[in-house]
């Protein structure tokens, strides 16, 4: 499958869980087209380097990133464009194999299962957490005053 074909599909769904999450109209589009990016990352970073653990935190990452950059840009919570972004990510055949995997009484494959999950989880939130804080202390350097951080320099 092509990137381009998978770029629209990512589109396509991210429109449809930003319509679930009521996100408003303005931001419809730019939050889907942050959702067919971050898929995009997710695709190459896999492709190259095979591990989906990493390809799941660059995505969140960038995906964060753009939407912090938007929210800012458009006056718009970052919710707003992370969550239908970041719904592309989310390790739901995972759980629901899990969840299988327990029931039928497939411990080992149950557990091995739950770690996976746990991990690309992990890797979403951390991607995020990174991104924010990153974003929150970047607009806080900007606005501190020269006299705060220019403690060497004092006037005798």
Do not use: C, H
Request: proline share 3%; net charge positive; charged share 10%.
């Amino acid at each position: 499958m092509s990137y381009l074909i998978q770029f629209i599909a990512a589109i396509m769904s991210t429109v449809g869980f930003a319509l679930v999450f009521a996100v408003p109209l303005k931001t419809l589009l730019v939050s889907a087209v942050n959702g067919g990016f971050g898929w995009i990352v997710f695709k190459y970073v896999i492709d190259t380097t095979g591990s989906k653990y990493i390809a799941v935190f660059l995505s969140a990452l960038s995906i964060t990133f753009v939407s912090e950059m938007l929210a800012r840009r458009l006056r718009y919570p970052a919710s707003v464009f992370i969550i239908p972004g970041i719904i592309n990510l989310v390790p739901g055949e995972g759980i629901y194999n899990t969840m299988g995997f327990f029931v039928n009484n497939q411990s080992e494959l149950a557990i091995e299962s739950f770690y996976s999950t746990i991990v690309v989880a992990g890797s979403i939130s951390f991607g995020i957490l990174l991104a924010s804080s990153f974003s929150t202390s970047l607009k806080t350097f900007r606005t501190r005053t020269v006299n705060r951080t220019n403690y060497l320099r004092r006037k005798k």
